[in-house]
């Protein structure tokens, strides 16, 4: 079946840094546009950043300058790298695989950006 699994989320303090991991199986991963997103209680779920099989990259305003996407087709990974991460930053992020018709999600994980 298929699964995308989210690492490396925690707390970190403004200003510091994380990289989140989505491993993803069950799928071919290479056809997929894969996406991070994130929700916070309360607010709607916002795009971050995602990338295309041939590696077209959008990210969210709010992000760009601070957040890199990559992806491993190799591995069936892809990456989030946050730097300068803010409070506002403070969600679950969860990792989305897309290819139409089909569209799967992650559990999330959990960043806490506080001092």
């Known amino acids: 079946q298929v699964q995308l699994v989210e690492s490396g989320g925690g707390l970190v303090q403004p200003g510091g840094s994380l990289r989140l991991s989505c491993a993803a199986s069950?799928?071919?991963?290479?056809?997929?546009?894969m996406g991070w997103y994130r929700q916070d209680p309360g607010k709607q779920r916002e795009l971050v950043a995602r990338?295309?099989?041939?590696?077209?990259?959008n990210y969210a305003d709010s992000v760009k300058g601070r957040f890199t996407i990559s992806r491993d087709n190799a591995k069936k990974m892809v990456y989030l790298q946050m730097n300068s991460l803010k409070p506002e930053d403070t969600a679950v992020y969860l990792c989305?695989?897309?290819?139409?018709?089909?569209?799967?999600w992650g559990q999330g994980t959990q960043v806490t950006v506080s001092s």
């Open positions: 069950g799928i071919i991963f290479s056809a997929y546009i």
């Open positions: 990338i295309t099989p041939g590696g077209n990259i």
């Open positions: 989305n695989a897309v290819t139409i018709p089909y569209e799967y």
